[in-house]
């Protein structure tokens, strides 16, 4: 039964882009076919066809409504329209050591260092509803809590559950083997965002090659609402090609991270992806994002599954901790140990920053 909801008035959308780019062919993973055994099934090899080839997806029929997903996109404009000061009482303590949970201001990252024009990305970062995570919002989500957590529990139920009893399936495991691993009443760092990228002039646009360079995300799988600011970019596995990823109406916009590509050996890919400059017609607005982040449990090793049969046959057997003979982290250490790097203040493009060891076993690697 939904929550009674306070007035947030609209949220309107930006037009669509009309320069031709050069968007990625991405699958739709239709879970209106998730109902039927044969439907599980194609919809299992669809995903992981996916998520080996170019790694993002689309998810669409996620009974989850447009005007559920609007409200959560007006809560986040209302919510950039506070006062920074306001905002900032809610900047977590220990952020430079990794620490996320709430707001995120602009400017810790440098993007060219010869005219030291800084980031103009914000993050307001909610953490579950299940008794771990003690917070303070300010007024505006607090008052709105009931309907965030709704909405938030709504994308376990509707979405990556399915998603993870489909990867199950595809590898061969019971099909509540990895839902088993990500609980919404178990302790993990799963997190709802509202997220801000602020307009550059042109002449500024003009000295970036991009507002955000590539990277992957830690987790399972990450959530991104359409928005239809152009900017987001993949690399493909196959041919490592940069390609726009186009928005589309209805849908979720998905990507597979870092913990299942360890939990794989690699089976899984962790897909790379950036933020660009976006295309002409819409350098004049600010991108508004809404995103949910999956996480495994805290104390789950990423250590390589080994009762998949899948893994097995195709040979992927070890990570890069289990092939170099380091300790496997937990996810709550590999969450902390990359959040504390990607945290890192400065210029984001130098060698000793793009290179750096996450953990004894695991270094990242320059994306572009």
């Known amino acids: 039964m939904p929550v009674p909801v306070p007035q947030l008035g609209s949220f309107d959308y930006v037009p669509e882009t009309?320069?031709?780019?050069?968007?990625?062919?991405?699958?739709?993973?239709?879970?209106s076919l998730y109902s039927t055994p044969?439907?599980?099934?194609?919809?299992?090899?669809?995903?992981?066809?996916?998520?080996?080839?170019?790694?993002?997806?689309?998810?669409?029929?996620?009974?989850?409504?447009?005007?559920?997903?609007?409200?959560?996109?007006?809560?986040?404009?209302?919510?950039?329209?506070?006062?920074?000061?306001?905002?900032?009482k809610y900047t977590p303590e220990g952020l430079d050591q990794g620490k996320f949970n709430g707001y995120i201001p602009a400017g810790r990252r440098i993007l060219n260092l010869e005219t030291g024009l800084r980031d103009k990305t914000e993050m307001y970062n909610i953490p579950k509803f299940n008794g771990e995570f003690p917070h303070e919002h300010p007024e505006l989500i607090k008052k709105n809590l009931p309907e965030i957590e709704e909405f938030a529990r709504a994308l376990h139920t509707e979405v990556l559950d399915p998603l993870f009893i489909l990867l199950a399936i595809a590898l061969e495991l019971p099909e509540d083997y990895l839902t088993n691993l990500h609980q919404y009443s178990v302790k993990s760092e799963d997190h709802l965002r509202y997220m801000k990228y602020s307009k550059?002039?042109?002449?500024?646009?003009?000295?970036?090659?991009n507002w955000g360079y590539g990277h992957t995300d830690l987790g399972s799988f990450t959530l991104l609402f359409r928005q239809p600011v152009a900017a987001l970019q993949i690399r493909s596995h196959i041919n490592n090609e940069w390609k726009w990823v186009k928005p589309q109406d209805a849908t979720l916009t998905v990507n597979?991270?870092?913990?299942?590509?360890?939990?794989?050996?690699?089976?899984?890919?962790?897909?790379?992806?950036r933020v660009t400059v976006p295309p002409l017609d819409q350098q004049h607005v600010d991108r508004l994002g809404l995103l949910y982040f999956s996480r495994p449990h805290n104390d789950v090793p990423l250590a390589t599954i080994q009762a998949s049969p899948v893994l097995q046959r195709e040979g992927f057997t070890e990570n890069e901790f289990e092939s170099s003979g380091n300790s496997v982290p937990t996810m709550e250490e590999w969450t902390f140990a990359k959040?504390?790097?990607?945290?890192?203040?400065g210029y984001h493009g130098d060698a000793k920053y793009r290179n750096a060891v996450i953990l004894p076993g695991f270094a990242e690697k320059p994306y572009v």
């Open 18 to 31: 009309k320069e031709n780019l050069d968007w990625a062919d991405l699958v739709t993973v239709d879970l």
């Open 38 to 88: 044969e439907g599980k099934t194609q919809l299992a090899q669809t995903l992981i066809n996916a998520i080996r080839n170019e790694g993002f997806f689309y998810v669409k029929n996620f009974n989850i409504s447009q005007e559920r997903v609007n409200r959560q996109f007006a809560l986040g404009k209302q919510f950039y329209e506070l006062p920074l000061e306001e905002k900032e």
């Open 200 to 209: 550059y002039s042109l002449e500024e646009n003009k000295t970036l090659d």
């Open 339 to 345: 959040q504390k790097w990607q945290r890192t203040k």
């Open 256 to 273: 597979a991270c870092d913990a299942l590509q360890l939990l794989t050996a690699g089976y899984v890919k962790s897909t790379i992806h």
